[in-house]
């Protein structure tokens, strides 16, 4: 099967010049990565990362350290960058070769996708506290509290945890 999982940045970065899986250093972001490496034993995947300096980048991408974040805008303003950045058009390229995709986004990430959200063409999980029409994974307050974590890192958690469960069965 070949599945396309898609995570947002984290704060939390190295300093200098990485592979985007390797640049951040946030909670949510490591356990992603290893549900990935558990995906991988049976799987091919490939994982983006949106990114709000670099938009939609491969997890092999060499970035740069930096200090931008779409958690900190305002809703047209993560519009216009992310039809600067080309995010969806990029997405909606990508996402045709796979049979599955996974979402682990927060909610100003998912406005940087808000058009594409309208007709996905593969079935998709998403990892959030938001209504969608596709399968959603429940990540609010109340959950966090649940899992004693907080609610940025739940989705990672629930991602990892999803992903052990399923590996039982087929995706």
């Not at 972001?29 to 939609?56: C, F």
């Not at 506290?129 to 004693?148: D, Q, S, V």
Request: aromatic share 12%; proline share 2%.
């Amino acid at each position: 099967m070949k599945i396309l999982v898609i995570s947002s940045c984290t704060k939390r970065k190295k300093e200098g010049k990485y592979k985007a899986s390797e640049m951040y250093t946030g909670k949510q972001h490591l356990l992603v990565k290893k549900g990935i490496e558990i995906l991988r034993k049976d799987n091919y995947v490939d994982w983006y990362i949106i990114s709000a300096k670099y938009g939609l980048i491969n997890e092999n991408y060499l970035i740069e350290s930096y200090d931008l974040s779409f958690n900190n805008m305002h809703k047209r303003d993560i519009r216009k960058l992310s039809k600067d950045l080309r995010i969806e058009d990029k997405l909606s390229s990508i996402i045709k070769n796979h049979n599955k995709a996974f979402f682990i986004l927060g909610e100003k990430y998912l406005i940087s996708i808000e058009n594409f959200l309208k007709d996905i063409p593969i079935p998709s999980v998403f990892f959030t506290n938001k209504k969608l029409p596709y399968e959603t994974i429940k990540c609010g307050i109340e959950e966090a509290k649940k899992y004693h974590l907080s609610v940025i890192s739940l989705k990672g958690h629930l991602f990892l945890k999803y992903i052990k469960k399923e590996k039982r069965g087929a995706l």
